[in-house]
């Protein structure tokens, strides 16, 4: 999950997608080396927070979706949904522990989870989220979720849980931006070779993420959520 998370970020979200470490003048630290202000994580105008998030899939899907937006204390339904589907704008610390884009507050990354993936990966992105705003490190959020996972209070993941991330206005880190239209799909901690993943001239990519117990697979498709189509490759590792 490390490639997609940066992807997401990210990620939301992966190995394909990793942002650039940038130094700060003077030191050797990462530009994100800790939590900004809340504020820059939050969104001003919720109206636009449930567009963004709505942007993540086809109008088909994500006008029917449940909603969440990102309050003081963690994700909170915004809009109730009647398909099923779940979308939401995912932030920094969704990225893996660790990765230089952790605390980047510019990150936006909408995400609209299908059943499968809302009961049992959406989960894991709560927590996240509610460890970071409690003003967790990066190192105690990692170890809370090892700690869940070993008690089991996550959820395994459940056959066939996939994620739309379709949006042209998203911002997955500094370097990839919105980077390009995309479907995830979440697997039990796996090999990258059953699907192929990460070969040369591949279109899917993967990345395992040992502490959230899960591998994720990224295939880049044609067409943003608003039906344009996407004018860069989508084959290409950000890095």
Same mark, same amino acid.
Request: charged content about 20%.
């Given at each position: 999950m490390?490639?997609r998370?940066?992807?997401v970020?990210?990620?939301?979200?992966a190995?394909a997608?990793?942002?650039?470490?940038?130094?700060?003048?003077?030191?050797?630290?990462?530009?994100?080396?800790?939590?900004?202000?809340?504020?820059?994580?939050?969104m001003a105008?919720?109206?636009? *927070?449930?567009?963004? &998030?709505r942007? @993540? !899939?086809p #109008?088909?899907?994500?006008?029917?979706?449940?909603? $969440?937006?990102?309050?003081?204390?963690?994700?909170?339904v915004?809009?109730?949904?009647?398909?099923?589907?779940?979308?939401?704008?995912?932030?920094?610390?969704?990225?893996?522990i660790?990765?230089?884009?952790?605390?980047n507050?510019?990150?936006?990354?909408?995400?609209?989870?299908n059943?499968?993936?809302?009961?049992?990966?959406?989960?894991?992105?709560?927590?996240?989220?509610?460890?970071a705003?409690?003003?967790?490190s990066?190192a105690?959020?990692? *170890?809370?979720?090892? &700690?869940?996972? @070993? !008690?089991? #209070?996550?959820p395994?993941?459940?056959?066939g849980? $996939?994620?739309?991330?379709l949006?042209?206005?998203g911002?997955?880190?500094?370097?990839?931006r919105?980077?390009?239209?995309?479907?995830?799909?979440?697997?039990?901690?796996?090999?990258?070779?059953?699907?192929?993943?990460?070969?040369?001239g591949?279109?899917?990519?993967s990345?395992?993420?040992?502490?959230?117990?899960?591998?994720?697979?990224?295939?880049?498709v044609?067409?943003?959520s608003?039906g344009?189509?996407?004018?860069?490759?989508?084959?290409?590792?950000?890095?």
């Amino acid at each position: 999950m490390k490639q997609r998370r940066a992807v997401v970020m990210l990620a939301l979200v992966a190995a394909a997608v990793a942002a650039v470490s940038q130094a700060q003048a003077g030191g050797a630290q990462p530009r994100y080396s800790k939590m900004a202000p809340l504020a820059q994580y939050l969104m001003a105008d919720r109206n636009a *927070e449930i567009a963004l &998030a709505r942007s @993540a !899939a086809p #109008k088909s899907i994500s006008d029917h979706a449940e909603v $969440m937006v990102l309050g003081r204390n963690g994700f909170e339904v915004a809009v109730p949904g009647t398909n099923h589907f779940v979308c939401l704008v995912e932030r920094s610390w969704d990225a893996a522990i660790g990765d230089p884009v952790f605390w980047n507050p510019n990150i936006r990354g909408p995400d609209c989870f299908n059943e499968a993936a809302a009961k049992s990966y959406l989960p894991v992105v709560s927590m996240r989220t509610r460890l970071a705003l409690a003003g967790k490190s990066q190192a105690q959020i990692g *170890e809370a979720m090892r &700690a869940a996972f @070993a !008690a089991n #209070k996550m959820p395994d993941i459940e056959p066939g849980a $996939m994620s739309y991330m379709l949006s042209k206005d998203g911002y997955l880190n500094d370097k990839a931006r919105n980077w390009h239209p995309h479907l995830m799909f979440f697997m039990p901690l796996a090999v990258a070779k059953t699907w192929g993943a990460n070969l040369e001239g591949s279109p899917v990519f993967s990345s395992d993420d040992v502490v959230d117990r899960l591998t994720i697979f990224m295939v880049p498709v044609a067409r943003w959520s608003d039906g344009t189509p996407a004018t860069n490759t989508g084959t290409e590792v950000i890095k």
